[in-house]
């Protein structure tokens, strides 16, 4: 399997799908499908970087926690990502999450801005190992 996400048609909301062969590179799909629904990320440099950690005994809480948190990033110091270098490893039942987060201040003069992500919705939101990795879908609300 290669990492991959895509959109599905929604009504009013953006939904998003995305695999991967290992839980990393599914966070850094979902991550970087956040954030390009914002945002041109073809704009964006990499001068920032932002050290983002979590831990949750289930792993579908851990990713609505870390997206929550890139658009508590966005909304709080007008940050906006564009790569991820993210570790999960699972310790003592919980899983942790480490990732250090690159991209650059949104000015609004050089970036192409896209949806107002409102928040990450638990409806609809799933992440399930499957036979050739890691399965997520995220609803957006916009």
Known sequence: MKASRKYLDHTADILLQ???PT???LFEQCALAVEESQVN???VECVETKKITGENKKIDLLLFDFLDDLLFYKDSELLIFKKFDIKIKLNEGKYLLDCLAYGDKIDYSKH???A???AITLHLFEVKKV???WW???LLDI
């Open 23 to 25: 839980l990393s590179e």
């Open 112 to 114: 192409e801005t896209d």
């Open 136 to 138: 997520a879908q995220v």
């Open 116 to 118: 107002e992500i409102k």
């Open 18 to 20: 995305a695999e991967a």
């Open 131 to 133: 036979e050739s990795g």
């Open 41 to 43: 990320l073809n704009s």
